[in-house]
């Protein structure tokens, strides 16, 4: 499978980890966790997220400044394992999510959910190769000119049980969140003013109005 990633999402690449399969299965979504609205990261990035249908949310999200927007489209899923809510997020249905580089993957988040407020943690790059020493998980590294990122090849039923194995350890995830949304009702800096289409799976027709 690959997906279209924008460059909203590069920043990703620089020590991130993916999964060419989903992280998390089916089982384990947590849908009744209220996540649909609209949410900005300290004036860096901005979502517009979808009410869940069959435990799935679409989003839109924007990142840049109003000289430079980028955006992209995903699909999202809540899940708990283990007592711990964990973010899967892929590809939309359609499998479009922009116009930049086609690349693999999922990606993976420690999810801190508060009414209004949400802290991403993503998985820790720095200790996975010994991590996965003495599994069966198959991964690859790659580069891109100064980005470089960890894949692992391994369908969701082998990352599960190496995923629950690791959420016994705090230092699984990074100490810093990767993002901390703010739900908003109006669009604060530098992203008020937008206009936007719906977050649904297609082509996305995010402009600046006036």
Known sequence: MKIALTATFTFFLSGCVQ??????????????????GIWQDQGQ???FVTEAKDGDHHVLMIGGDRQGLTEGRWTISLHRLN???LMNVGPPEDEYSGDEALLPGYFLFR?????D???????????LDDRIKGTKLNSITDEIGHFKWTILCSPTAELLPFLTSQLQDDSFFKAEPMFKFERIDELAPPFEGLDFDA???GPPGVQSAG
């Open 111 to 115: 999810v801190e959910l508060a009414e």
């Open 45 to 47: 990035a901005v979502a």
């Open 117 to 127: 407020t949400a802290a991403l943690y993503v998985v820790n790059e720095e200790s």
């Open 19 to 36: 999964s060419l399969f989903p992280w998390l299965s089916d089982e384990t979504k947590a849908a009744d966790v209220p996540l649909s």
């Open 83 to 85: 007592g711990t809510l």
């Open 199 to 201: 977050p649904t799976p």
